[in-house]
């Protein structure tokens, strides 16, 4: 007979409530941060250039209504050499002056349209989801490893994207090189962006179209896992009896396990309670009033 203590249901409440909050916290951070990076820099936004327009134009970037809350790429003015889309419910493309003014139109193409296979895929919203996930089960490395692997993909998918459409990679692999020639912003913190951490397993796919690109779980990872769902399963399919006795000094409530030999022993000192019926249903007996007693109906 195993007694629970009585701060246990509450301590489980507290620690899904402390999981919960870690993601929620998690989430308004990335969305505070992602908020700070765009508002300083769409301080400097400027007006697309004709060279630029005639692309945006000719992907279909461009709006086609006039109900758009946002244009779908918008130029800042920013030496920097970077691009990324952003926006969860109206994603848009956010391209700096500099990275125009360094590739040329086939290269910068490239780059627009694997921001528009991220546009269109929702990436945004994925990245944002998993970098939550894997905040809120910190404690399980499977949820970091996955998040990893789903962005690389996402990564692999847009060069995909862009090399069918030009039928050619040498336009992108051109801007890449010239991207990574130049030190890059962090962006890991900011929610909606993947960063430049794939920029090795993008070059490495570019130069070697044939060569499978295969994505493994750390072995933490996967040991922890396991352990986990075992350690729950565990839990879930034991059967146990559960009772609940009360005294003038205490409570408590005790597992008792599934048994032929322990059902008794495990309630033999528990105070069985008495079951009255009542001779009239609807008139009171007086007998209630001298001997109070537990009544069952």
């Known amino acids: 007979m195993f007694e629970v203590p009585r701060s246990l249901p509450n301590a489980v409440i507290l620690t899904i409530g402390v999981i919960l909050g870690i993601g929620l916290l998690s989430l308004l951070l990335q969305l505070i ?14 007006s697309i250039p004709k060279g630029l327009v005639r692309i945006v134009a000719t992907l279909g970037l461009t709006n086609q209504t ?17 691009s990324f ?4 419910f109206s994603p848009f493309i956010v391209i700096t002056t500099g990275l125009v003014g360094s590739l040329t139109n086939k290269e910068l193409e490239a780059v627009l349209l694997h921001e528009e296979s991220h546009l269109i895929s929702r990436d ?29 993909v996402n990564e692999l998918l847009a060069d995909q994207w862009t090399i069918n459409h030009q039928q050619n990679s040498i336009f992108l692999r051109g801007a890449l090189k010239k991207i990574l020639a130049i030190p890059q912003l962090n962006f890991t913190a900011v929610s909606n962006v993947s960063g430049s951490d794939y920029f090795e397993v993008r070059i490495h796919r570019l130069v070697n179209p044939r060569a499978k690109q ?35 000094s205490d409570s408590a409530s ?19 309670p008495t079951n009255y019926i009542p001779t009239h249903l609807f008139l009171p007996e007086k007998q209630c009033n001298n001997h109070p007693m537990l009544i069952s109906y």
Request: glycine share 2%; hydrophobic share 45%.
């Open 214 to 248: 295969s994505f493994r779980l750390s072995r933490v990872s996967l040991i922890t896992t396991f352990l986990f769902v075992l350690f729950s399963w565990f839990l879930l399919q034991t059967p146990v009896s559960a009772f609940h006795m009360d005294s003038e």
């Open 254 to 272: 005790f597992l008792c396990p599934i048994d032929q030999s322990y059902p008794k022993q495990c309630h033999s000192e528990t105070e069985q």
């Open 66 to 82: 006039s109900l758009s809350l946002r244009d779908k790429v918008i130029l800042v003015d920013d030496k920097n050499l970077f």
């Open 33 to 46: 941060r992602t908020h700070l990076l765009l508002r300083k820099l769409l301080i400097n936004r400027v």
């Open 124 to 152: 945004p919203l994925k990245v944002l989801i998993g970098k939550t996930l894997s905040s809120m089960f910190f404690f399980l490395p499977l949820f970091a490893d996955l998040r990893k692997n789903i962005e690389a």
């Open 85 to 88: 889309c952003c926006g969860i």
